[in-house]
């Protein structure tokens, strides 16, 4: 049976991912809310369903399976703990924007809370849910890449100084809004690819043409990572500071002892180079022949459908809550990362250890491994 959903928060996101629940077999789109009432009527009407102005009055007439969290706020993150922990003391399941908080101990204790109340809590982190990533990581479990060695990635937006305006709201021109509202995603890849990352060195900074109109976002992000596996990786973000080069707005390239592959455009392409093999040494310059694949999509939208479909595959099968796909746990472990990046910065680069995850317990009546 269809799973009930509400959405909370009816910007673009939470319209986008309405489309997504009314478009999937899996799911039954039932009503919408917003605290601002025009946003609410609005939502509704395109979408066909009931209109609520608070998520109190839609979790008290309305039978749902899961509440969609599409709020946004301070640094894109400061409105997702309250409907989300107001969702799950419902007893509804939750999937929440990322970044889960901009607050890391508010995202600690939502996950806390979603674990204790044996509820599943997915975060958007829609990035991996590609074809490009799909191919990649099958490469990695066929053992086509080996040992990890590197992942190198670089993600931000395009743009340069013509074409920069500052942003004045308070709730973006803050100097970690970058970090925290966006490094989620390619974090996420990183981890979903290589494993928890150990060790994080960061150096931050603005170009002059921000500094100029007394920008406070720290809009350049490089960070050096090392993973629970040893293999090192590297992460450049840019907030539309320069126009991304090779790869485009988000390319990484994840490298191990058995071959290397690259994501060019999340969504659209994956080349996967195999490692020279004996007798076959490659002189400088040769370059072994890849395998290519060219989805033909360039739109990123493309993954909202498929990580929307995913979360409700999970509740429909009922799986182990430590086996949900993207869940609130992997979301904090993102956060955790960009905290480290920001303690590595504000002590110079000094390497920071991320804190620990919580623990995951396992359920004993779950019989699946
Ligand atoms: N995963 C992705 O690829 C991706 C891309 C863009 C944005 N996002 C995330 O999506 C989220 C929403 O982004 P947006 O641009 O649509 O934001 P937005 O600010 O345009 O919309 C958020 C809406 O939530 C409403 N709202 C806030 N608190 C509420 C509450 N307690 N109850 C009901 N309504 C409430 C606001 O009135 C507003 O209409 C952000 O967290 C952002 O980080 C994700």
Redesign the pocket.
């Given at each position: 049976m269809a799973l009930k959903v509400g959405v909370?928060?009816?910007?673009?996101?939470?319209n986008t991912h309405a489309e997504c629940y009314k478009k999937d077999p899996l799911a039954e789109l039932v009503a919408v809310?917003?605290?601002?009432k025009e946003?609410a009527d609005a939502a509704a009407e395109r979408h066909g369903v009931k209109a609520y102005y608070?998520?109190k009055d839609m979790l008290a007439n309305e039978e749902l399976d899961i509440v969609d969290v599409?709020?946004?706020?301070y640094e894109?993150?400061s409105?997702?703990f309250?409907?989300t922990m107001e969702a799950l003391d419902a007893g509804k399941h939750v999937l929440c924007?990322?970044?889960l908080s901009n607050d890391i101990n508010e995202a600690r204790e939502m996950v806390r809370f979603a674990a204790e109340k044996k509820l599943y809590l997915g975060c958007?982190l829609?990035?991996y849910f590609t074809l490009t990533a799909e191919r990649a990581k099958k490469y990695i479990d066929d053992g086509m890449v080996g040992e990890l060695i590197y992942c190198l990635f670089k993600m931000g937006f395009h743009g340069g100084e013509e074409t920069y305006s500052l942003n004045k709201s308070p709730r973006f021109n803050q100097p970690y809004a970058h970090m925290k509202?966006f490094l989620t995603?390619p974090f996420s890849v990183m981890r979903y690819f290589c494993g928890d990352i150990r060790d994080v060195q960061a150096f931050a900074t603005k170009p002059g043409f921000r500094k100029n109109k007394g920008d406070l976002l720290l809009s350049i992000n490089s960070i050096h990572v090392r993973f629970v596996n040893d293999a090192v990786g590297y992460l450049l973000s840019h907030r539309g500071d320069a126009v991304w080069g090779l790869g485009g707005w988000w390319s990484v390239e994840v490298a191990g002892s058995k071959g290397t592959f690259c994501i060019e455009n999340c969504v659209e392409k994956l080349t996967y180079w195999p490692a020279p093999k004996p007798g076959k040494s490659l002189g400088i310059g040769e370059e072994q022949e890849p395998e290519v694949l060219n989805t033909g999509i360039k739109d990123f939208g493309a993954?909202f459908p498929s990580r929307i479909h995913a979360f409700l595959e999970d509740v429909t099968n009922g799986v182990p809550h430590e086996h949900l796909r993207a869940s609130g746990r992997d979301a904090l472990a993102t956060l955790e990362y960009i905290w480290a990046a920001i303690e590595s910065y504000e002590n110079d680069g000094a390497v920071v250890r991320p804190a620990p995850l919580p623990p995951i317990h396992g359920d004993p009546k779950v019989e699946r491994i």
């Open positions: 909370v928060g009816m910007g673009g996101i939470g809310c917003d605290v601002v946003k608070s998520l599409s709020t946004g706020g894109n993150g409105w997702h309250e409907p924007e990322k970044p958007n829609n990035h509202a995603h993954t």
